[in-house]
């Protein structure tokens, strides 16, 4: 095999793969001949139903991140639990991970942001760049009152001193034991722009006269949405996407959009996201940069202990018009209020690049 680059990506969430996608896709553009091989618990549909350039996709656990509950509430103890037990098998996961670097002819490893790929690039021989916006070392640090965390944070932050450097994205935690740091725009997911959101709308068959919000929650799903006591359906329209045949029943306004219905006419979610005025989620790195890039607003609720929230709640009001909507509110469809006044508030005060995919790709490449 020649020479590849290896991207180790964790599987907590789907951000993480659907920002490394955009790099895989940008390096697949400027060197077609590259192998680049995925490593990563993330679901291979999320690599294969979008264009995607990886060559080879090899599935396996990088890291156990974060345990949820729901996708908005998370179990710190076990959370910490998982990681202490996977940090104390690195002995054996760094030999494993470092014969697979070597059985795929590894030139340059990618984090985002195991730790793991850190430690068996440099068992193997083989750079080591950790491009995220976050570190883990960072985030269980949060958790101090947890049996073992201070152990476990310094071994993370160990072995991320090992990367030869560190590709920092927006609205960022922790890197401090990297060296050194280069900062990158956001890598956002863009929507077609040989339509207008109308356009995109009648495309997909949603009202293109109609304020449109979207429900986005990623791939942990919720266990139940208010939909029949939602206030807002004299006003606001509400899209659901899902994957499969949609058998729920939704009250008139709501509208589901099969994953397979989309895809299959050639559409991707950051169209979606494209054509409505507001998204309604919690806060992620990938939904805001996919906001931030196609100029909808964001109605978030809360997510759950985690670092990168309270980070992201001080930011992106920078960059995007967004208004929180307590956990209560969102639970019992109470969504009105926050709706009216986030139609109704000026654009964001920075407009920033959302181009770091193809930065990121030039780099790889070079």
């Given at each position: 095999?020649?020479?590849?680059?290896?991207?180790?990506?964790?599987?907590?969430?789907?951000?993480?793969?659907?920002?490394?996608?955009?790099?895989?896709?940008?390096?697949?553009a400027l060197a077609p001949a590259l192998p680049i091989v995925v490593r990563t618990a993330a679901p291979?549909?999320?690599?294969?139903?979008?264009?995607?350039?990886?060559?080879?996709?090899?599935?396996?656990?990088?890291?156990?991140?974060?345990?949820?509950?729901?996708?908005?509430?998370?179990?710190?103890g076990e959370s910490v639990r998982q990681a202490r037990t996977f940090v104390g098998r690195f002995d054996e996961l760094v030999a494993r991970e470092a014969a697979l670097i070597r059985a795929n002819s590894g030139r340059l490893v990618i984090s985002d942001a195991p730790p793991l790929a850190c430690a068996a690039s440099a068992a193997a021989g083989v750079p080591a760049i950790v491009c995220a916006n976050f570190t883990w070392?960072?985030?269980?640090?949060?958790?101090?009152?947890?049996?073992?965390?201070?152990?476990?944070?310094?071994?993370?932050?160990?072995?991320?001193?090992t990367a030869s450097a560190g590709w920092r994205l927006p609205l960022s935690g922790g890197f401090e034991t990297i060296d050194p740091i280069i900062d990158l725009p956001f890598v956002a997911r863009h929507g077609r722009a040989d339509l207008d959101p109308p356009g995109i709308r009648r495309a997909v068959t949603l009202p293109p006269d109609r304020p449109l919000a979207l429900v986005s929650f990623g791939g942990y799903g919720l266990h139940q949405l208010p939909l029949t006591r939602l206030d807002c359906l004299e006003e606001w329209d509400i899209v659901l996407t899902t994957r499969g045949s949609a058998t729920v029943t939704v009250p008139r306004g709501v509208h589901v959009v099969t994953e397979e219905e989309l895809y299959g006419r050639g559409f991707r979610y950051e169209d979606l996201v494209r054509a409505v005025?507001?998204?309604?989620?919690?806060?992620?790195?990938?939904?805001?940069?996919?906001?931030?890039?196609?100029?909808?607003?964001?109605l978030y609720t809360s997510r759950g202990r985690f670092a990168e929230y309270d980070v992201m709640v001080r930011e992106m009001p920078r960059y995007l018009r967004c208004r929180h909507l307590e956990l209560e509110a969102?639970?019992?469809?109470?969504?009105?209020?926050?709706?009216?006044?986030?139609?109704?508030?000026?654009?964001?005060?920075?407009?920033?690049?959302t181009d770091g995919g193809q930065v990121a790709g030039r780099m790889n490449a070079g």
């Open positions: 095999m020649p020479p590849s680059v290896i991207f180790y990506i964790s599987g907590h969430g789907f951000g993480h793969a659907i920002r490394q996608i955009a790099i895989i896709n940008a390096l697949h291979e549909w999320l690599f294969t139903r979008p264009t995607c350039g990886a060559s080879v996709f090899l599935a396996g656990e990088t890291d156990t991140g974060v345990v949820q509950i729901d996708s908005l509430r998370l179990d710190v070392d960072w985030i269980y640090r949060d958790y101090s009152e947890q049996p073992g965390v201070e152990s476990l944070v310094a071994e993370i932050g160990r072995v991320y001193s005025d507001v998204v309604i989620t919690k806060p992620g790195y990938g939904i805001i940069a996919d906001c931030v890039a196609n100029d909808s607003a964001m969102f639970e019992t469809g109470a969504w009105n209020a926050a709706l009216r006044i986030l139609a109704g508030l000026p654009g964001p005060p920075e407009r920033v690049p």
